[in-house]
């Protein structure tokens, strides 16, 4: 099993920067892809940004340029994402993904609000 818990959302003005942070606990090693999802009122979850164990990494196009995603895995597996630039339309519950052999993880998802 592995515990999933985000953190680092919250309200930003336009063209601001926020960092969210995934800390993963338990069974880590299992985990090959990891990412970042989101989702606004009314709409689907879409894949934000995407890195594998291998530090691949792909995005969204709406966010290529503004968002870096990253991760480290000393004790416990940790995934960030840096949001720079930050507009209106970012604004979402993002939530972490991570991807092991034998199934999916979900975060709770945290808040985030761009907004002046």
């Known amino acids: 099993q592995v515990h999933v818990v985000e953190s680092g959302g919250g309200l930003v003005q336009p063209g601001g920067s926020l960092r969210l942070s995934c800390a993963a606990s338990?069974?880590?090693?299992?985990?090959?892809?990891m990412g970042w999802y989101r989702q606004a009122p009314g709409k689907q979850r879409e894949l934000v940004a995407g890195?594998?164990?291998?530090?691949?990494?792909?995005y969204a196009d709406s966010v290529k340029g503004r968002f870096i995603i990253s991760r480290e895995n000393v004790k416990n597996l940790m995934v960030y994402l840096q949001m720079n630039s930050l507009k209106p339309e970012d604004t979402a519950v993002y939530y972490c993904?991570?991807?092991?052999?034998?199934?999916?993880?979900w975060g709770q998802g945290t808040q985030v609000t761009v907004s002046s």
């Open positions: 993904n991570l991807v092991g052999a034998v199934r999916n993880y």
């Open positions: 890195i594998t164990s291998g530090d691949v990494t792909n």
């Open positions: 338990g069974n880590i090693f299992s985990i090959y892809n």
